[in-house]
């Protein structure tokens, strides 16, 4: 347990490192994200849930920019993110980001896929690129594959290759849009324990999932969104077995009974 509890202490020693304030987005006639106020702090792990069209996956892809906002301000480790060019480029590479669809480069190796955001962005040295490679797709159980292409793995390697390449940036957080929700259900918990060694590592990590076992086990916090808005949040434990918002217990009441 001691390692847990030094992570939760370093939160409240760093601060906040993601925040949302007053965040509205539209598509057309439909106010996808409204007046959104979202604080995350350093090495915490947010899980936001809720029913399907609440804008869960706007808000993971408005934290990097691949959705831009209509007002409001988001802020990532006290800088406001950038418009475009170099500076965006910069803030993505800090910001990881997992997808449903694993957006592996299908003509490099897996090994090569890992190593391209290091060397492109990162500058690194080639050498010291591909050992950091290998090291991640080791850490995620995936190193025996690192001479393969993408097709060549299962949908459940392919996002452990995914989360690697994220990781090898060294992001300050990760975003996680539902990124099991593409694999069969016997390689989602491979995945998942990757997400979980990360959560435990103390890795900030805000993550979209219907995963309710590894929100309960892995988040600090859950954040329940309905409808464009955050209804509620509140500790695992609280928000599963005592949710205080209509809203939330008819969710539950669909998805845990069934």
Known sequence: MTEVSVAKDDVAATGDLVVLKSVNKHFGALHVLQDIDLTIARGEVVVVIGPSGSGKSTLCRAINRLETIDSGDITIDGKPLPQEGKALARLRADVGMVFQSFNLFAHKTVLENVMLGQIKVRKADKKVAEEKARALLDRVGVATQADKYPAQLSGGQQQRVAIARALAMDPKVMLFDEPTSALDPEMINEVLEVMQQLAREGMTMIVVTHEMGFARSAANRVVFMADGRIVEEAVPD?????????????????????
């Open 238 to 258: 609280q928000f599963f077995s005592n949710p205080r918002s209509d809203r939330a217990k008819d969710f539950l009441s669909k998805i845990l009974h069934h």
